[in-house]
């Protein structure tokens, strides 16, 4: 099993669709997680912070689900520029970070 | 605020040709710094970090190695590559482990 899985893609979605991202993680040890986004041969851009009690940045909600190892980011009202790779990252012990594959969104006009 | 550099943003080296990728921070003091490698639709792989000047811890053994010799710099070396080094190399820097990393433009590295 992977250490960290996210669903796989591409997610092709109209303008204005509300569209959900999936990831899990084997490490229960795990302290931090993150979503971040990747342009096209570009670097990573972190994209949100996930705590454990849920948060919201704008259209973005992230929540995190420790006891199933899971977490998850909702985008709603898609903008053709959210278009690109989600990445999920887990931090475990130490410096121990964990990037998933990734998940691409083509948000279409 | 602060700034991270990286150059050179393409390269394309013979096989066994030694590499150089050079790494610098600005705006933040004792920064932890990190280096990744994604290959070509891949996930970010973490080859080395380091949490102050001369200390690097390895995450992957391979025939790549990394050194800090000032607080904000941060080079990766090869003393001969290999096909498969061919790949974007990122480095990014971070404070608290918490608050996320921050990356680079990136070098995209093809070995022929």
């Known amino acids: 099993r992977k250490e960290v899985e996210q669903d796989p893609g591409p997610f092709n979605v109209p303008e204005g669709a509300t569209v959900a991202f999936n990831c899990t993680y084997s490490?229960?040890?795990?302290?931090?997680f993150f979503w971040y986004r990747q342009d096209c041969r570009k670097e990573p851009k972190l994209l949100m912070s996930?705590?454990?009690s849920g948060n919201e940045d704008g259209r973005f909600t992230a929540q995190l689900n420790r006891a199933s190892q899971y977490i998850s980011l909702l985008i709603r009202d898609s903008k053709l520029s959210d278009s690109a790779t989600y990445l999920c990252?887990?931090?475990?012990?130490?410096?121990?970070?964990?990037f998933g594959a990734g998940t691409r969104l083509f948000v279409k006009a | 605020s602060q700034t991270i550099h990286q150059w050179p943003a393409t390269l394309v080296q013979p096989v066994g040709s030694p590499l150089s990728l050079e790494c610098t921070v600005e705006?933040?003091?004792?920064?932890?710094l990190y280096w990744y490698r994604q290959a070509a639709g891949r996930g970010l792989q973490l080859l080395f970090y380091?949490?102050?000047?001369?200390?690097i811890s390895s995450e992957v053994p391979q025939n790549l190695s990394a050194s800090r010799p000032q607080d904000r710099q941060f080079i990766l070396s090869s003393k001969k590559l290999l096909l498969s080094d061919s790949g974007f190399y990122l480095c990014?820097?971070?404070?608290?482990?918490?608050?996320?990393?921050?990356f680079g433009p990136g070098t995209r590295l093809t070995v022929l």
């Open positions: 990014a820097w971070g404070g608290l482990a918490a608050s996320g990393q921050f």
């Open positions: 490490n229960s040890a795990s302290q931090s």
């Open positions: 996930v705590y454990s």
């Open positions: 990252v887990v931090l475990g012990g130490g410096f121990k970070t964990i």
């Open positions: 705006g933040t003091s004792n920064p932890n």
């Open positions: 380091s949490v102050g000047i001369g200390q």
